[in-house]
């Protein structure tokens, strides 16, 4: 080989080699740029026959680990539901009743103040309908869903299931519509919540997003085993502090004594204390267990976002409190302890099983409004928290009477009855008149009436709560009180607690976040001055968020800031007064986006940064609003842009190759990112957010 030949191989080897790199750089690079495009639940459909015409569909989803998918009865105001869309239901088929779902799970997200209900691991969805045209061939059914770990994905699944030509179908004449084309499922149990117009959403979310309370960053949800076990703890809590009250704190030792003095050696004694001890726990938890089998565990769900539900159980709780204030006595039929004490008098298990009933009905006026109390609260996590609730409340219960059976030398050390036990009722009937307007404002939040917003309902915590400790430093009496010339340190402790706590409520007319109490009053959107301490109501125009003196198109912000959601109208305005501009994926139901807005956007450091150094853009996948039939386009893998949300989801796929929110990008004026090392940022610390932000806005020139 000649030295032409030999440098001509050596050139062709290295444009071969250099092609196989380029190759295998492109393929790494789209793989990278597309792994970014996640999916988390892999769905799989299909239909059975049923008896006659009817036919059931079912879904099920395959989510990934540690990723959770919202259910259809997660309420109005919480991260975004399932919607089920039947797209050729007119004329072809109708539905039965509503779709029903598999095990769920449900947790209290303190971000939007509701109880939320999700899917971990598998997603079971059925809906049985009853074909009225032979000649259906397919059943097409669109999933509208959100599916949420450190980031939020709002996603949509288009179903087109064949129908088997071994189906039988006589054709069925189609009745009147009675039902106004079913479209949309919303589960189980009777919706009765009025669902809020997509333009009513947008307007509170503008209205309403400065000074949301910053909060600890906690995880999205709360695992249902850890919900059971507090349910379990206040529900303790709860018995332990039945124990303290008239009707039952003088049962323990006349009761232990009963069985000491009665059995004809200490261990019969103790063996009898604990099988009374068991029988009032049994008792209880039937009681539980009744309350779950009557109502069904996902219906007790659905039941507490209910409106009717919310403003009854407000209405029992007013009851309650009035009757531990003194007002009367709740008391069962005196026939029904007469017969408990007559069948208590056959002695054995039997017997001894009909003294726990006799204790229950008896204590009844001072156990029954904390049980009703226990069990509303247990009901709203649905599942089997009314069992677990009434599991923990008898366990305090009959724990002393087991004890002191065991150790009655510790009888002398308990304290005598008297006054003080009237004074626990009370203190117990004023934290039940607390949580009755809890109710009340889940029902006006609801309805969105605004007649129990953030600042009156914390308002009237101010007044019972001062109240609770004027009576504690015996400045009120109540009919029931005994007289006294002075109170007890412990008394006077715990009134000067009650005081502290009224004193921290006050600043939270004015907007202070109030941490300790974040799940009980209305969030901060729903209030007179949604804007927070500082700004003044007269700089507001005639809608909140359009502030005098912003440019067009701008609104109020979280914290103030000012933030457009057109991008167009954003980057006009950025080149105007020339600084880079920050554009934020984000959803009116997403959790993690709020969270990045409480806890990152609100920290000292950041917040000046968002103010005064870039222009914020806010889109939001998951706006609702119809597109103008012309702007309406269909995308290159087939996608129908119909929604100002499919817009912006469509953006950010095709320009940042991902579909997750909060996403967060800064731009040039020209659009090209600034950040070289992390083009894009999402769920992060305050710290990694704050890096990145001065990296961005330090690049732009």
Same mark, same amino acid.
């Given at each position: 080989?000649?030295?032409?030949?030999?440098?001509?191989?050596?050139?062709?080897?290295?444009?071969?080699?250099?092609?196989?790199?380029?190759?295998?750089?492109?393929?790494?690079?789209?793989?990278?740029?597309?792994?970014?495009? !996640?999916?988390?639940? /892999?769905?799989?459909?299909?239909?059975? +026959?049923?008896?006659?015409?009817?036919?059931?569909?079912?879904?099920?989803?395959?989510?990934?680990?540690?990723?959770?998918?919202?259910?259809?009865?997660?309420?109005?105001?919480?991260?975004?539901?399932?919607?089920?869309?039947?797209?050729?239901?007119?004329?072809?088929?109708?539905?039965?009743?509503?779709?029903?779902?598999?095990?769920?799970?449900?947790?209290?997200?303190?971000?939007?103040?509701?109880?939320?209900?999700?899917?971990?691991?598998?997603?079971?969805?059925?809906?049985?309908?009853?074909?009225?045209?032979?000649?259906?061939?397919? %059943?097409?059914?669109?999933?509208?869903?959100?599916?949420?770990?450190?980031?939020?994905?709002?996603?949509?699944?288009?179903?087109?299931?064949?129908?088997?030509? @071994?189906?039988?179908?006589?054709?069925?004449?189609?009745?009147?519509?009675?039902?106004?084309?079913?479209?949309?499922?919303?589960?189980?149990?009777?919706?009765?919540?009025?669902?809020?117009? &997509?333009?009513?959403?947008?307007?509170?979310?503008?209205?309403?997003?400065?000074?949301?309370?910053?909060?600890?960053?906690?995880?999205?949800?709360?695992?249902?085993?850890?919900?059971?076990?507090?349910?379990?703890?206040? *529900?303790?809590?709860?018995?332990?502090?039945?124990?303290?009250?008239?009707?039952?704190?003088?049962?323990?030792?006349?009761?232990?004594?009963?069985?000491? /003095?009665?059995?004809? $050696?200490?261990?019969?004694?103790?063996?009898?204390?604990?099988?009374?001890?068991?029988?009032?726990?049994?008792?209880? &938890?039937?009681?539980?267990?009744? %309350?779950?089998?009557?109502?069904?565990?996902?219906?007790?769900?659905?039941?507490?976002?209910?409106?009717?539900?919310?403003?009854?159980?407000?209405?029992?709780?007013?009851?309650?409190?009035?009757?531990?204030?003194?007002?009367?006595?709740?008391?069962?039929?005196?026939?029904?302890?007469?017969?408990?004490?007559?069948?208590?008098?056959?002695?054995?298990?039997?017997?001894?099983?009909?003294?726990?009933?006799?204790?229950?009905?008896?204590? #009844?006026?001072?156990?029954?409004?904390?049980?009703?109390?226990?069990?509303?609260?247990?009901?709203?996590?649905?599942?089997?928290?009314?069992?677990?609730?009434? !599991?923990?409340?008898?366990?305090?219960?009959?724990?002393?009477?087991?004890? #002191?059976?065991?150790?009655?030398?510790?009888?002398?050390?308990?304290? +005598?009855?008297?006054?003080?036990?009237?004074?626990?009722?009370?203190?117990?009937?004023?934290?039940?008149?607390?949580?009755?307007?809890?109710?009340?404002?889940?029902?006006?939040?609801?309805?969105?009436?605004?007649?129990?917003?953030?600042? &009156?309902?914390?308002?009237?915590?101010?007044?019972?709560?001062?109240?609770? *400790?004027?009576?504690?430093?015996?400045?009120?009496?109540?009919?029931?009180?005994?007289?006294?010339?002075?109170?007890?340190?412990?008394?006077?402790?715990?009134?000067?607690?009650?005081?502290?706590?009224?004193?921290?409520?006050?600043?939270?007319?004015?907007?202070?976040?109030?941490?300790?109490?974040?799940?009980?009053?209305?969030?901060?959107?729903? $209030?007179?001055?949604?804007?927070?301490?500082?700004?003044?109501?007269?700089?507001?125009?005639?809608?909140?968020?359009?502030?005098?003196?912003?440019?067009?198109?701008?609104?109020?912000?979280?914290?103030?800031?000012?933030?457009?959601?057109?991008?167009?109208?954003?980057?006009?305005?950025?080149?105007?007064?020339?600084?880079?501009?920050?554009?934020?994926?984000?959803?009116?139901?997403?959790?993690?986006?709020?969270?990045?807005?409480?806890?990152?956007?609100?920290?000292?450091?950041?917040?000046?940064?968002?103010?005064?150094?870039?222009?914020?853009?806010?889109?939001? &996948?998951?706006? +609702?609003?119809?597109?103008?039939?012309?702007?309406?386009?269909?995308?290159?893998?087939?996608? /129908?842009?119909?929604?100002?949300?499919?817009?912006?989801?469509?953006?950010?796929?095709? +320009?940042?190759?991902?579909?997750?929110?909060?996403?967060?990008?800064?731009?040039?004026?020209?659009?090209?990112?600034?950040? @070289?090392?992390?083009?894009?940022?999402?769920?992060?610390?305050?710290?990694?957010?704050?890096?990145?932000?001065?990296?961005?806005?330090?690049?732009?020139?």
């Amino acid at each position: 080989m000649n030295f032409n030949q030999h440098h001509q191989t050596i050139m062709y080897k290295n444009i071969w080699n250099k092609s196989v790199l380029f190759l295998l750089f492109f393929l790494f690079a789209f793989a990278k740029g597309n792994a970014q495009i !996640l999916e988390p639940v /892999k769905w799989t459909a299909k239909i059975e +026959k049923k008896a006659g015409n009817n036919a059931v569909l079912i879904f099920d989803g395959t989510i990934e680990k540690d990723w959770h998918m919202y259910s259809q009865f997660t309420p109005e105001g919480g991260p975004l539901a399932l919607e089920i869309t039947f797209k050729n239901q007119k004329g072809n088929y109708n539905l039965v009743g509503k779709a029903k779902e598999g095990k769920t799970k449900t947790a209290f997200n303190d971000v939007f103040g509701v109880n939320e209900t999700f899917f971990e691991g598998k997603a079971h969805i059925e809906q049985e309908i009853t074909i009225i045209n032979p000649n259906l061939k397919t %059943v097409d059914v669109d999933f509208d869903f959100q599916v949420c770990k450190e980031v939020c994905i709002n996603s949509n699944k288009k179903f087109s299931i064949a129908i088997p030509s @071994t189906f039988k179908m006589s054709e069925v004449p189609v009745v009147a519509e009675a039902k106004k084309d079913e479209t949309k499922v919303d589960g189980l149990a009777v919706d009765t919540i009025k669902p809020v117009a &997509v333009d009513t959403v947008k307007t509170q979310v503008k209205t309403a997003p400065a000074a949301i309370s910053a909060q600890e960053e906690v995880p999205a949800l709360a695992s249902s085993s850890r919900s059971l076990w507090s349910i379990f703890f206040l *529900a303790f809590l709860g018995g332990f502090a039945a124990l303290f009250t008239p009707c039952v704190f003088p049962m323990i030792p006349m009761t232990v004594s009963f069985f000491t /003095k009665q059995s004809k $050696s200490r261990a019969k004694g103790i063996r009898n204390a604990i099988i009374y001890g068991l029988s009032i726990i049994a008792i209880y &938890v039937v009681l539980g267990l009744l %309350v779950t089998k009557i109502f069904g565990a996902d219906a007790l769900n659905a039941l507490s976002t209910d409106v009717w539900f919310n403003l009854i159980f407000f209405i029992i709780l007013i009851v309650f409190a009035t009757s531990f204030l003194g007002a009367f006595e709740i008391m069962l039929p005196n026939s029904w302890a007469n017969k408990a004490d007559q069948q208590a008098d056959r002695g054995g298990i039997i017997g001894i099983l009909f003294m726990a009933l006799a204790l229950a009905i008896v204590s #009844f006026s001072c156990t029954g409004p904390i049980v009703g109390t226990l069990l509303v609260e247990a009901a709203s996590n649905g599942g089997i928290a009314p069992i677990v609730g009434m !599991l923990g409340f008898s366990s305090a219960l009959a724990l002393p009477f087991m004890l #002191f059976a065991m150790f009655p030398g510790w009888l002398n050390s308990l304290p +005598k009855s008297g006054g003080w036990l009237n004074t626990v009722k009370v203190v117990l009937g004023f934290l039940e008149l607390a949580l009755a307007f809890k109710f009340l404002s889940n029902a006006d939040l609801v309805l969105q009436l605004h007649l129990l917003e953030r600042e &009156v309902f914390l308002a009237i915590w101010i007044a019972i709560f001062g109240t609770l *400790a004027f009576y504690l430093f015996g400045k009120i009496t109540l009919p029931h009180d005994s007289p006294s010339n002075h109170i007890s340190v412990g008394r006077l402790s715990f009134g000067l607690l009650v005081l502290t706590f009224t004193i921290y409520l006050i600043p939270g007319l004015w907007g202070a976040p109030l941490k300790l109490i974040s799940a009980f009053p209305p969030p901060m959107q729903y $209030s007179e001055s949604p804007l927070g301490l500082g700004v003044s109501t007269a700089s507001i125009g005639s809608n909140v968020g359009e502030i005098k003196g912003l440019p067009d198109g701008a609104e109020l912000g979280p914290h103030g800031i000012m933030v457009f959601h057109d991008f167009e109208d954003g980057v006009a305005y950025a080149k105007s007064i020339n600084k880079p501009i920050m554009l934020d994926f984000t959803g009116y139901a997403c959790v993690n986006c709020r969270k990045m807005e409480n806890n990152v956007w609100s920290d000292p450091a950041v917040l000046p940064i968002l103010k005064n150094d870039v222009v914020l853009i806010s889109l939001y &996948v998951d706006d +609702k609003r119809e597109l103008p039939k012309e702007e309406q386009f269909v995308t290159k893998s087939g996608d /129908k842009i119909i929604t100002v949300g499919d817009k912006w989801t469509d953006f950010m796929i095709s +320009k940042y190759k991902t579909n997750t929110q909060p996403l967060y990008v800064i731009t040039d004026l020209e659009g090209n990112n600034l950040n @070289t090392s992390k083009p894009t940022i999402s769920y992060v610390s305050t710290e990694e957010y704050l890096h990145w932000l001065k990296e961005g806005i330090g690049n732009f020139k």
